[in-house]
């Protein structure tokens, strides 16, 4: 059903592999368009969390595939085939994991950057090298990583071609755990675990509201916010929260 990645499907949680890793997972067009039908097909399964990970033990994703990036013309950036599929990423009802378990370079740092969650193993290594072939990261590197990292870490990776391993990553706050990486998919279920035991429409509008907050004026956001609250508030998994607190029991959500 897909050529270059596989998507398991299990309960609650969905995990797609990015499986290329003769040319260490880079995102050619046909990826590219697999991986939008696999996030519809995640959308579709109702998934509460979706694990990114990358095949084999050396690379997450190497990027956007090179032989692809010298055929696409300016007509090509401007349709920004690459960045609509992190967007779709970041915009996905499921929660997001990227499980980097190697090189995230150019294009796979951005797969990683929107991710809602990031674990990395201690061989990841993550840059935006898009400069040494002479183009810009295109795909939001310039625009997501200042907003996790901050600007000046931000310009620093970019604006010398620089290379974080696993620990500059944890330092900077790119990733919030490293593991060894037999570790990494057991980590990056734990995580998914920790997010299941919540509300489900709590965690949707969470995100909504998080994702909100680069996008607008503090103003706006409190009152997507409020907006946000008033429909939790009244929603069945409020009433579930609650009873179960009280009653000193775990709460059975039913993401209503
Ligand atoms: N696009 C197309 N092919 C790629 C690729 C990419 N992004 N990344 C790796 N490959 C190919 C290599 O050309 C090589 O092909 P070959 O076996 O036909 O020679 C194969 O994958 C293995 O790569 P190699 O460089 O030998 O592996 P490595 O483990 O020594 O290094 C990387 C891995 C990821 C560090 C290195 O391949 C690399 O720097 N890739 C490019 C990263 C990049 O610039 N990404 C941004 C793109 S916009």
Not at 92 to 111: K, M, P, R, T
Not at 152 to 176: F, H, N, Y
């Amino acid at each position: 059903m897909y050529r270059n990645l596989t998507l398991a499907v299990e309960d609650r949680v969905s995990v797609l592999t990015v499986n290329r890793p003769d040319v260490r997972n880079a995102l050619d067009t046909e990826t590219v368009q697999e991986f939008h039908r696999a996030l519809d097909e995640v959308r579709q399964a109702r998934s509460t969390v979706l694990i990114v990970t990358g095949a084999g033990d050396k690379a997450f994703v190497s990027g956007a595939d090179i032989n692809a990036i010298r055929r696409r013309t300016r007509d090509d950036a401007l349709a920004s085939i690459n960045s609509r599929l992190m967007s779709a990423i970041e915009g996905h009802d499921a929660v997001s994991i990227a499980a980097v378990n190697g090189y995230a370079l150019g294009g796979g740092c951005e797969v990683a950057l929107a991710c809602d969650l990031r674990i990395a193993a201690a061989n990841a290594v993550f840059g935006l090298p898009e400069p040494t072939l002479g183009i810009i990261p295109g795909a939001g590197g310039t625009q997501r990583l200042p907003r996790i990292v901050g600007l000046g870490r931000a310009k620093e990776m970019i604006l010398t071609g620089a290379r974080w391993d696993a620990a500059r990553a944890l330092e900077a706050g790119l990733v919030s755990r490293v593991v060894p990486l037999p570790e990494l998919m057991p980590a990056a279920r734990a995580l998914a675990d920790q997010v299941l035991a919540l509300g489900p429409l709590a965690v949707k509008l969470a995100k909504a509201a998080l994702n909100a907050s680069s996008q607008m004026p503090l103003s706006a956001g409190l009152a997507f916010e409020s907006a946000a609250q008033a429909i939790t508030f009244e929603s069945d998994d409020k009433m579930e929260g609650t009873t179960a607190f009280l009653e000193k029991r775990k709460p059975v959500f039913r993401g209503d």
